[in-house]
């Protein structure tokens, strides 16, 4: 990625002196502004619901796949999981529970999601 920059940076610098490096920087500078303030949104507003509770865990296992991000789990699920492993250990293990008492189990190596589990709960027959 920092090669790629550097090189756009080149490029840029090549085909229009200072100008053009300016320009890339401030490319640059509005990606990540952009990020930031993506990551900033989503944890405002998972922060605002109860931790480890998801409206639909059968949803939310749904839309899951392997390799995504935390942060995007967060968004999916619109709150902050709970941690069920130790702090700062990989991997790291998350749940959310829905209202039904179903619960999806996360484990996140590195940041991204490397397996998930869906628990039901069992519903007596009517």
Same mark, same amino acid.
């Given at each position: 990625?920092? %090669?790629?920059?550097? *090189?756009?940076?080149?490029? #840029? &610098?090549?085909? &229009? #002196?200072? +100008? #053009?490096?300016? /320009?890339?920087?401030?490319?640059?500078?509005?990606?990540?502004?952009? @990020?930031? $303030?993506?990551?900033?949104?989503?944890?405002?507003?998972?922060?605002?619901?109860? %931790?480890?509770?998801?409206?639909?865990?059968?949803? /939310?296992?749904?839309?899951?796949?392997? *390799?995504?991000?935390?942060? @995007?789990?967060?968004? %999916?699920? *619109? $709150?902050?999981?709970?941690?069920?492993?130790?702090?700062?250990?990989? +991997?790291?293990? &998350?749940?959310?529970?829905?209202?039904? *008492? $179903?619960?999806?189990?996360?484990?996140?190596?590195?940041?991204?999601?490397? @397996?998930?589990?869906?628990?039901?709960?069992?519903?007596?027959?009517?």
């Amino acid at each position: 990625m920092v %090669i790629a920059l550097c *090189g756009v940076g080149v490029l #840029g &610098y090549r085909a &229009y #002196g200072a +100008p #053009g490096l300016a /320009l890339v920087a401030g490319g640059v500078v509005m990606w990540v502004l952009l @990020q930031w $303030s993506r990551m900033l949104h989503t944890l405002n507003r998972t922060a605002q619901r109860p %931790i480890g509770t998801v409206g639909s865990a059968v949803m /939310l296992n749904a839309r899951l796949h392997a *390799g995504m991000r935390l942060l @995007q789990v967060l968004a %999916i699920s *619109g $709150s902050l999981g709970q941690q069920e492993s130790p702090a700062d250990t990989e +991997p790291e293990v &998350y749940q959310w529970t829905d209202g039904a *008492g $179903s619960v999806v189990r996360c484990v996140f190596a590195r940041g991204r999601l490397t @397996q998930w589990q869906l628990t039901r709960q069992a519903t007596a027959p009517p």
